[in-house]
């Protein structure tokens, strides 16, 4: 296991975007034992949700209220993960967590993931 370290989190307006990214903090990658990558977040009061998954060959998943607005992508060559949201809405504004695992099938569901990122704030204000 090692450190996931995002960045991009801020605020912006509804209507905006943002762009977040994952890499591991270390020198050592993921790449070798993990095959599921993805994005969560958690609001005040609320649960961790899952936003967002990806697997080593690029398949995606994607909550129903971030889907067409949000992309995943992963960046093989760098080991970095990134999360590409569009028309951000004040109901997207959560801290926003990245994860890496390794399962036969991958989904945005906390528990297939072992590794996490300490989160970054995303503010969307109407």
């Known amino acids: 296991q090692g450190e996931l370290v995002e960045s991009g989190g801020g605020s912006v307006q509804t209507g905006g975007s943002l762009r977040l990214s994952c890499a591991p903090s270390?020198?050592?990658?993921?790449?070798?034992?993990?095959?599921?990558w993805g994005w969560f977040r958690q609001a005040p009061g609320k649960e961790r949700e899952g936003v967002a998954s990806i697997t080593s060959t690029g398949h995606t998943r994607y909550t129903d209220s971030v889907k067409g607005r949000f992309t995943i992508s992963r960046d093989s060559a760098n080991d970095t993960l990134y999360l590409q949201m569009t028309s951000l809405k004040p109901e997207d504004a959560a801290v926003y967590y990245c994860?890496?695992?390794?399962?036969?099938?991958?989904?945005?569901?906390?528990?297939?993931?072992?590794?996490w990122g300490q989160g970054t704030q995303v503010t969307v204000s109407s």
């Open positions: 270390g020198s050592s990658g993921y790449t070798y034992n993990t095959n599921c």
């Open positions: 994860a890496a695992g390794r399962s036969a099938s991958c989904y945005p569901i906390s528990s297939l993931f072992g590794d």
